[in-house]
């Protein structure tokens, strides 16, 4: 127990000339008589438990009313706290960012201070996250509180190996941030990474938590690819962290961010291995057909409607017959935009109505659109499937950012014809190759080309089958059998 003041007071006034002299309702002090002595209590109301911190004051109370002896060795009062976690604090800073972060500050007369860890923080209960839904499987998902997706996760993985180091981020916020990973699976290459570049981090506060330190850790910039995997399911998380891959998890926020990942795991999904590795291997296939098809059925119809007399006789119905007065890449990039503008307003549209907005403009405006002649039949077809696709994808991000391809893709075929088609499918490909996030290929295993790998990314091979952990997390231990 570390001595910080020389009393309560003087605790009382340093506290005051922080929050000031009711300016914020929650920086509550309180004087209170316990053990047959004053004692301070600082908290932030609203984050204390304050039926826990009631019992607890009454019980010692009792237990010292009950009591022959007399203790004046301040330590002696931690022998009142039955089970709660106790720690000392050995500076006034740390002292105040533990009480910002919910815990109890105690200062006993002679100035000695203690924290006791009476946290309830606000949040829900955890529920199966919207995006991430299986037909089969755990309906439980991560939630604001980092204390309890922590134990989400340790609930799948009950080793000594799982390692949660706590860190805090920015000035004002203080974020806990809490690097998960196993002990001797994981990369220290990859978790020296991670370390340096919080330690680096000099920012007033994450307000979009995940996302800000996101952008922090690998210094995205302008780039529109995801650099990391996001999850909100805690059999996901612990699946990743038994391959050797290290979880991010931020306080307040939902998403959990996974590292190091690829283009590949962004099109993964639960709903895989909740079947049969066949069907399963079935449903991957589907999805990376529905991802590639996304980012080109779209141009690639447009290029052949375009130069329909390079077309063989079997595939004459592409194009529309009568392409109509609006020129066919303007009608294109009007219908493509508007999807993406009809779900955002899907978003924002309180639930009761979205249905009823979202028939209206899929039905009405789109058959009234066709019949004053803006849109052809096969333009509102064929965005309509790409849009389609595009949902197939399971990283938002990446759905995203497929879309903003798809569109760089048209313009460079509008403007260049058939070359600009495959310039633009060329330089998207050098551009993706050459992403390396946390020195790791983004293609990979696809460049550079690993064949076993590829295999396993293309089949879903049986839980039975030895799976080492991949290459790219550079785990000290690939083997995973015991």
Sequence with gaps: MAKLFTSVKEAEEWFQSKFGIDETFDATFKSIHLWGMPVGLFYINGLVDGQTLTSLLTEMQENYRNSDEYRENPTDFLTYFP????????????????????????????????????RNYPGRQPEEPDTEKVIRGARDGFTENIILNTALVRRRLR??????????????????????????????EHLDYIRKRLDDIKTDGLTMTDKSLEEFLFKQSFHPMPFVRYTERPDICAAHLLEGHIAIIVDT???VI??????????QHAEEYRQAPFIGTFVRWIRLLGATLSLFLL??????????????????????????????????????????????AAIHTPTPMSTAMG?????????????????????????????????????????ITTKVFRLFILIFTAIFGASGFFLSVVALFYYLAALKPMGTPYLWPAVPFFPKAMTRILIRYPMTVDSPRPFITKSPDRNRLS
Excluded: C
């Excluded at 050995?90 to 860890?117: A, H, M, N, Y």
């Excluded at 375009?306 to 020129?327: E, R």
């Excluded at 965005?383 to 759905?399: H, Q």
């Design 83 to 118: 089970y709660h976690a106790l720690s000392d604090v050995d500076e006034r800073e740390k002292f105040l960012t533990d009480i910002l972060s919910g815990q109890v500050g105690f200062v006993i007369p002679d100035g000695f201070t203690f924290i006791g860890d009476i």
């Design 159 to 188: 080793t000594e190996n799982l390692r949660f180091e706590m860190h805090q981020t920015s000035l004002n916020s203080k974020t806990d941030v809490a690097i998960t990973f196993l002990k001797e699976a994981a990369s220290e």
């Design 253 to 255: 926020s939902p998403s």
């Design 258 to 267: 996974l590292v190091p990942t690829t283009l590949f795991h962004h099109l």
């Design 299 to 344: 141009p690639l119809w447009y290029l052949l409607s375009t130069y329909q007399q390079y077309l063989p006789l079997s595939l004459s119905f592409i194009g529309p017959d009568d392409p109509g007065t609006v020129p066919l890449i303007i009608q294109v990039l009007i219908a493509d935009v508007g999807i993406e503008v009809l779900r955002m």
């Design 359 to 399: 028939l209206v403009a899929a039905i009405v405006i789109g058959q009234v659109a066709i019949d004053v002649g803006l849109f052809t039949a096969e333009v509102i077809l064929y965005v309509a499937v790409s849009a389609i696709f595009t949902f197939a994808i399971p990283s938002y991000e990446l759905s």
